[in-house]
C-alpha cells in the first residue's frame, strides 16, 4: 500500500521560505506524478504544481511561478516544495499527493498527511 | 484556466436519502473529470476518477456521470459517514482546478 509521509508543521515570518518534504513508501513503481495541493484555513483545495521524476517533467500553477519550486530525488523517492516570498496569504495546509500515472485520467490516489505552514511576524 | 463551479454550494440530507452535486466546467475537460471527498481536519480522498470509475475500496452507492461540461456525484444511500465536503477537479488543463466544494450536512 502506497503511503505519503510529509514533513512537520512549520511557522514562518513573511518574506522567508518554507520548503517541504514528501516520501513515497511502499511503492516501486517510477510511473506516477506527484502534486502539491494546499488549502488555506476554511477554504478549498489550490493545485499549485505537479512532477513525473521518472520523466523529469514539471508543471506550476502560472500563479505560483517563480515562487515555487518542485524537485524530486527518484533514488530516495523523496519530493520536496519550496515556496518563496511568504505572506500570510500563504497560511495553509500544503498536502502532496500521487496519481499512480503519467496520465492525470486516473486522479490522484493517494495522498499525504498534510503540512501546516503559518507565516506569521 | 477551466473554472470549477459546484451546484449546491451545500446541503441538508437525511440518512438514507440520495444526493446529487453537480459539477460544471467552463470549457470541456474531456472526462478527465474527478470526484474526491474530504472529512474536517483530514486529507481529500478520492473516490471517482475519469467521470464514472468508483476508485478502488470505495463503497457502491458513489457513483458519476455527465459529459461534456456538466458532470453529476450521486450518493444513492446516504450513510452517517458520508457527511463531508466533495471536491470535484479536472486534470485535462493546465492549472489542475478543483471547485469549491459542496458541504453535505446532517439535516
Known amino acids: 500500500q502506497v503511503q505519503l509521509v510529509q514533513s512537520g508543521d512549520e511557522v514562518k515570518k513573511p518574506g522567508s521560505s518554507v520548503k517541504v518534504s514528501c516520501r513515497t513508501s511502499?511503492?516501486?513503481?517510477?510511473?506516477?506524478?506527484l502534486s502539491w495541493v494546499r488549502q488555506a484555513p476554511g477554504q478549498g483545495l489550490e493545485w499549485m504544481g505537479r512532477?513525473?521524476?521518472?520523466?523529469?517533467?514539471?508543471n506550476y500553477a502560472q500563479k505560483f511561478q517563480g515562487r515555487v519550486t518542485i524537485n524530486a530525488d527518484k533514488l530516495t523517492t523523496l519530493a520536496y516544495m519550496e515556496l518563496s516570498s511568504l505572506t500570510s496569504e500563504d497560511t495553509a495546509v500544503y498536502y502532496c499527493?500521487?496519481?499512480?500515472?503519467?496520465?492525470?485520467?486516473?486522479?490522484?490516489?493517494?495522498w499525504g498527511q498534510g503540512t501546516t505552514v503559518t507565516v506569521s511576524s | 484556466d477551466i473554472q470549477m463551479t459546484h451546484f449546491p454550494p451545500s446541503l441538508s440530507a437525511s440518512v438514507g436519502d440520495s444526493v446529487n452535486i453537480t459539477c460544471r466546467a467552463s470549457?470541456?475537460?474531456?472526462?478527465?473529470l474527478h470526484w474526491y471527498q474530504q472529512k474536517p481536519g483530514k486529507a481529500p480522498q478520492l473516490l471517482i476518477y475519469?467521470?464514472?470509475n468508483l476508485h478502488s475500496g470505495v463503497p457502491s452507492r458513489f457513483s458519476g456521470s455527465g459529459s461534456g461540461t456538466d458532470f453529476t456525484l450521486t450518493i444513492s444511500s446516504l450513510q452517517p459517514e458520508d457527511f463531508a465536503t466533495y471536491y470535484c477537479?479536472?486534470?485535462?488543463?493546465?492549472?489542475?482546478?478543483f471547485g469549491l466544494g459542496t458541504r453535505v450536512e446532517i439535516k
Open positions: 477537479q479536472q486534470t485535462y488543463g493546465f492549472p489542475w482546478t
Open positions: 470549457q470541456t475537460p474531456n472526462n478527465y
Open positions: 512532477i513525473i521524476p521518472s520523466l523529469e517533467v514539471i
Open positions: 511502499g511503492s516501486t513503481s517510477s510511473s506516477y506524478t
Open positions: 475519469a467521470v464514472d
Open positions: 499527493a500521487r496519481g499512480s500515472s503519467h496520465d492525470p485520467y486516473f486522479g490522484i490516489d493517494v
